[in-house]
């Protein structure tokens, strides 16, 4: 499995992966797929008898077991029959709810099928996702899902929206040596890859295995053990009180008091409180199906009912995932003008970047002219480098332009201390109010350090619909 294909030649990653440029032949993939399986990410499979009889095991199931096992040697039948009937009907409920939201999932994934365009024996053919092996060459385009982890061969203007694994729906650029993930979308371009990963050994199949793995702790199970807890020590320390009273000052026969205190412990815990849990939540299943929302374990019920702080990405949630410039930061000599005009020079339209978009859009309102420049080398941004930067030519002289994160820009200007807290100070003010911000700057070509000229800040408008979703969020 090769996971990031850019510190080696393209060569080299075709053969570390078994193929070539011209792709597998249908022998080979067949013998690797006999090998290695279908590209399917393998849940893990019990048996329903097994889930069933998981349903007994658990801090409350346990507390019902022994509250049986008691009533049984105090020969308190009909109790015993009641509670032993409560604890199978919880099992019940919650496991044949459990049932119909896995025969649901089922049914959805039969349903749906992903295709891909597979290139087998030197000839283009279309191919079920699943049936895909490490080394086939493939070919992904706009609107495609990403069906295994590949490895970009070549690409025209490759951008993936990667929001599946990161949460972060801002677009991301891939080039030639660059891995995009499996479940990711092409949201721009087209590229030929080699497949280097499938199924559980992709980064996708990697971040469900650990989900599965996670045993989490139920926050309301655990909440209605302790307070069944903490009434049974109640309990004890009651019983214990009687039994002492009844011996030493009632002078009671010591058998019968004990009797007597067994009894009053197993009619004080609350025994059908767990059915009660388990039956509203069913009900709250059956409710959250009529709208089209699938539960697949009565438990996510309980941990929803439960959450009191929502953490999500905002862009594209609660914003139109449309850039515009907000307001710009100039430093001491400079104008906005040669703020907007550098940034504008270091964007590129044809990328359909949002921040390059928005800066151009935003100069072509503030009627910035760009005739007398003429980009010698556009440089797009890159996550390493975290800027873009242009090499122009204005009345013969080289002046080079860059745009990016602070930091990095910082790192190659010139700027006295009192400038650059006043900037720190500024793009600081930009974050608190919810707005990307990019610093600008210029030098001449050749020079090893240039000026920073100032900070632009850049507004994702909020949804119409964003406060309406917020005070709904607020009323559940």
């Known amino acids: 499995m090769v996971q990031k294909g850019g510190a080696k030649s393209i060569e080299e990653t075709l053969k570390a992966l078994g193929t070539t440029s011209k792709g597998l032949s249908e022998e080979e993939a067949a013998a690797r797929l006999s090998k290695n399986g279908y590209n399917e990410i393998q849940s893990k499979k019990e048996s329903q008898t097994l889930k069933f009889l998981k349903k007994f095991y658990g801090p409350i199931p346990i507390m019902l077991e022994i509250v049986i096992v008691l009533t049984y040697f105090l020969r308190h039948f009909d109790d015993l029959y009641i509670i032993l009937a409560l604890l199978v009907f919880n ?257 590129k339209i044809e990328d359909k970047d949002p921040i390059d978009t928005a800066v151009i859009n935003y100069a072509g309102r503030s009627k910035v002219s760009f005739d007398k420049f003429k980009v010698l080398k556009f440089t797009p941004f890159q996550p390493k480098t975290k800027m873009s930067s242009a090499l122009v030519s204005r009345g013969g002289k080289k002046i080079e332009v860059s745009k990016g994160a602070l930091e990095k820009i910082l790192a190659i200007c010139n700027i006295g201390k009192d400038e650059e807290a006043k900037l720190r100070q500024k793009v600081n003010e930009f974050s608190l109010n919810m707005f990307r911000t990019i610093v600008v700057s210029r030098k001449n070509a050749g020079s090893r350090r240039g000026e920073m000229l100032g900070a632009i800040a850049l507004r994702d408008e909020p949804r119409k619909d964003a406060k309406q979703l917020i005070s709904e969020l607020h009323s559940l």
């Open 91 to 347: 099992a019940v409920v919650g496991f044949l709810e459990e049932r119909k939201a896995d025969n649901s999932i089922e049914l959805l994934k039969k349903r749906i099928t992903v295709n891909a365009r597979v290139l087998r024996s030197g000839e283009w053919k279309l191919k079920q996702a699943r049936e895909l092996v490490v080394g086939d060459i493939i070919r992904i385009r706009l609107g495609d899902i990403v069906p295994a982890d590949v490895v970009v061969i070549s690409s025209s203007d490759l951008e993936i929206d990667q929001s599946v694994l990161t949460g972060e729906s801002m677009p991301v650029k891939k080039n030639t040596g660059d891995t995009a993930y499996s479940g990711s979308v092409v949201t721009e371009g087209e590229a030929l890859c080699a497949v280097s990963a499938i199924a559980g050994s992709t980064y996708y199949g990697r971040t469900v295995k650990l989900v599965e793995e996670a045993r989490p702790h139920l926050h309301l199970e655990h909440m209605i053990f302790n307070l069944i807890k903490y009434l049974i020590a109640i309990d004890i320390a009651l019983v214990a009180v009687i039994i002492l009273f009844g011996v030493f000052v009632m002078h009671s026969d010591f058998g019968t008091i004990v009797l007597f205190a067994l009894n009053l412990l197993i009619a004080s815990i609350p025994v059908a409180l767990p059915a009660a849990f388990t039956v509203s939540m069913a009900l709250g299943t059956e409710k959250l199906s009529k709208k089209s929302i699938l539960v697949t374990n009565l438990n996510a019920i309980e941990e929803t009912s439960s959450v009191n702080v929502i953490c999500f990405d905002n862009t594209g949630t609660i914003t139109e995932n449309r850039l515009e410039v907000e307001s710009m930061y100039v430093l001491p000599g400079h104008t906005e003008s040669e703020v907007i005009e550098a940034a504008a020079l270091a964007s």
